[in-house]
T-cell receptor, first 115, second 115 residues
């Protein structure tokens, strides 16, 4: 069974800092990895999708890297803003006999950016 | 249209009530999913529909009854729920039920409270 771990569980920083959120997974036979953002009580917004053949993806101030062999992904947030405050979830499917449509989620990193 | 629309956003029901959650997508996706998310926990898979047929039921109690009337709609019928069923219910869809390579788009969720 795929296990996904996210570190840190919570992060509180002043505006303007560059941030690093970490995700690790136990089964490296993945097809892709997604980073989601979730605001309190809301649904999931997909931020970045990295295919297994890629090393990184960028969208605006966000950059996600993937090291499939070591089972790690990192989400970089540049020049953080208070509007970035949310919970960030990492999710992977598993290629080994996985349940169709099952994404394995980490517990998330709760980010607070204060002015 | 790149959205998954869920209604209602909030639902309060008693344990003897019958209600339904609705989900709609117009992206031509052929796989649709229900996930359940308790507070401060990651989402957990409940059901998967593939080409309008139920392909996965993750041992969900029968008081939750999914229905897929057509390729764009997914319902979750609720009956005789328990207070512990209170949670955020997330609908998602993906282009095709490709094993292990699904890229899911999530809706905003329906917040259910069972009294």
């Amino acid at each position: 069974k795929q296990e996904v771990t996210q570190i840190p569980a919570a992060l509180s920083v002043p505006e303007g800092e560059n941030l690093v959120l970490n995700c690790s997974f136990t089964d490296s036979a993945i097809y892709n990895l997604q980073w989601f953002r979730q605001d309190p009580g809301k649904g999931l917004t997909s931020l970045l999708l990295i295919q297994s053949s890629q090393r990184e993806q960028t969208s605006g101030r966000l950059n996600a890297s993937l090291d499939k062999s070591s089972g790690r992904s990192t989400l970089y947030i540049a020049a953080s803003q208070p509007g970035d405050s949310a919970t960030y979830l990492c999710a992977v499917p598993s290629g080994r006999g996985s349940t169709l449509g099952r994404l394995y989620f980490g517990r998330g990193t709760q980010l607070t950016v204060w002015p | 249209d790149t959205e998954v629309t869920q209604t209602p956003k909030h639902l309060v029901m008693g344990m003897t009530n019958k209600k339904s959650l609705k989900c709609e997508q117009h992206m031509g996706h052929r796989a649709m999913y229900w996930y359940k998310q308790k507070a401060k926990k990651p989402p957990e898979l409940m059901f998967v529909y593939s080409y309008e047929k139920l392909s996965i039921n993750e041992s969900v109690p029968s008081r939750f009854s999914p229905e897929c009337p057509n390729s764009s709609l997914l319902n979750l019928h609720l009956h005789a729920l328990q207070p512990e069923d209170s949670a955020l219910y997330l609908c998602a869809s993906s282009p095709a039920p490709v094993f292990g390579a699904n890229v899911l788009t999530f809706g905003a969720g329906s917040r259910l409270t069972v009294l």
